[in-house]
């Protein structure tokens, strides 16, 4: 009979997720990184299941904090804008190294760091700033985040007139100049893009000069989202944010538009490089199981994936304290890039 292989995606049902997926919240409670859980996140145990109540959900949420401390050590040694652990960094280098020491902790065998050579170049953004303005004062739009692989603005700041479309539709772009403008634009649903590709192509096509996106998810979030593959500097804003800049456009004076000045610095690296860390529990039959989780992520990545993560290394902890002989599998754990 040949070797099954079977693959487990682990997203963390054991461990406490504390923020949307890619997203930080205010600067003061980010520096409070996470959250102890609350004692009524309780599952019972189907019956006959009782043994996997020595799977601790407080003890797995524990190594939530210490990768969050992780990604907080990055952004606190020069990357306050840009942060997480993030592929391909310094931040990425350490937890490989920390999960591996886990894995050896816990008892797997055969742990080890393969590296894995990026061959394609990877998108960093140093520094930016967003603000919106009057003409009487001026409000630095601390939620806005660049869309990964947003075009830089070349060493310069843009002022351009802000104006605002709705959720980009083309009855919302009739009669509205936009060319040479920024825009700000209503997402209809959360998502981890700045918008529908169909509302970002109408933008540019109208000659959209810059993109702001807003949800209306409430707060002042700051998320990270995906790559958009605009042509045009495009930013993602927390709804408190947008919503001032909605109220400046429609208190504006006639002739007096309200402008956001842009500037972002980033650029593509190469040659960076990522890691998969491996560790292996041995068992009697030739079937293998592998439990899977990523790494990275960008701020705290409480959620996605440093839950996964514990819940992986949970499982590995457990099944490690089984004798050789009563594990019928082999188990190969991965934290994968």
């Known amino acids: 009979m040949g070797k099954r292989k079977f693959a487990a995606s682990i997203l963390g049902a054991l461990a406490v997720s504390l923020l949307p997926c890619g997203s930080s919240p205010t600067a003061a409670a980010e520096s409070a990184g996470p959250q102890q859980p609350v004692e009524y996140l309780h599952w019972p145990l189907p019956a006959g299941d009782a043994k996997y109540g020595a799977i601790d959900g407080r003890h797995i949420w524990q190594y939530v904090v210490e990768q969050a401390k992780i990604a907080e050590h990055y952004r606190d040694n020069g990357h306050p804008q ?44 140093r520094s930016w ?12 739009l601390t939620s806005a985040q660049p869309s990964y692989g947003s075009p830089e603005t070349g060493g310069k700041q843009l002022d351009l007139e802000i104006v605002y479309v709705g959720s980009g539709s083309q009855a919302d772009f009739a009669g509205r100049d936009v ?31 810059a993109i702001l996106s807003t949800d209306l998810r409430g707060g002042n979030f700051t998320a990270q989202a995906y790559r958009a593959y605009t042509h045009v500097p495009a930013f993602l804003l927390g709804t408190k944010d947008g919503q001032t800049i909605r109220e ?26 990522s890691y998969l860390v491996w560790g292996t529990l041995p068992g009697t039959s030739d ?51």
């Open 82 to 125: 840009f942060w997480g652990r993030i592929a391909g960094t310094s931040a990425d280098t350490e937890d490989a190294q920390w999960l591996q020491s886990k894995f050896r902790q816990a008892g797997l065998a055969d742990t080890r760091i393969q590296t894995v050579n990026y061959l394609a170049p990877q998108w960093s953004a």
């Open 179 to 209: 060319r040479g403008k920024a825009i700000l634009l209503v997402k209809e649903s959360l998502s981890r893009q700045i918008g529908p590709a169909d509302v970002l192509k109408r933008a540019e096509e109208h000659g959209a000069a």
């Open 248 to 273: 400046l456009v429609g208190r504006a004076p006639a002739g007096h538009p309200p402008h956001v000045t842009i500037r972002l610095d980033a650029d593509w690296v190469t040659n960076q490089k």
């Open 287 to 337: 079937e293998t199981v592998y439990v899977i989780a990523h790494r990275d992520g960008w701020f705290d990545a409480a959620g996605d994936n440093a839950s996964g993560v514990a819940s992986m290394i949970g499982l590995a902890e457990y099944f490690a304290k089984i004798p050789k002989n009563q594990r019928r599998r082999t188990m190969i754990f991965i934290g994968t890039d």
């Open 129 to 140: 700033r967003v603000a919106v303005t009057d003409g009487e004062r001026s409000v630095q």
